[in-house]
């Protein structure tokens, strides 16, 4: 399960992300860095975590021309991450430019697509993941974030092996914060989930391995 497990590094400074993947890493094998971390502390951190032997989702949702995203991706690329993403609203070609600009690279990372963030509710969600799905498909990208409400979907129509990944995570003990689409992580690992995503009921516990350890444990 700790393969399956992503912790957000969503901190101001190196220091507090190096104390946390310091903490962390006996558990947990994968570390995402977003848009907060990486603008406040540069490629630094994803070379820490690469050192440490451990795997970094850089999760700067990419949304902009086709070119100015294909060269962010082999930017990204360079820096050796094991998963990136972007926005599958940007459109076909971006997703289609950004796939063909890894196309063939031996050690590329996984390209996902943010279908509508967890942090919205509201009528035909579902649908609408399920179509920026199909169009993250045809633009053969290699799966998408969307919330364990919609993963059985987007398998059943995208297939088994495209890989779903979850943010809004939230155990019952856990604050929601401004998550919408929340689910439990053992409701999420039941759906069929590749990854699920955990931020802030981890990284702002008062012990944070012991929140992580719980989590965990519950997923046995
Ligand atoms: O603290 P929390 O568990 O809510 O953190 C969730 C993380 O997943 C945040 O870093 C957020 O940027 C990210 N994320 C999300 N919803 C998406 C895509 C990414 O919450 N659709």
Redesign the pocket.
Known sequence: MRNKLII?L?VNSFDKAKKLIDKLSPYVNIF?V??QLFTACGPKIINYINKKGKKVFL?L?FFDIPNTVEKAILAAAKHRVFMV?LHITGGFDMLKKAANALKGKKRRPLLVG??????KAGKNIAKEVTKLALIAKKARLDGI???AKETKRVKKVCGKKFIVVN????PLWAAR???KRITTPEKAIENGTDFI?????I??AKDPVSAAKKILEGLK
């Open positions: 957000a969503d995402k977003g848009s999760d949702k993403t943010v279908t509508v963030l967890t942090s974030v969307c919330s943010p809004g995570i939230r914060g401004d998550q995503v955990v931020g802030r009921p990284t702002k």
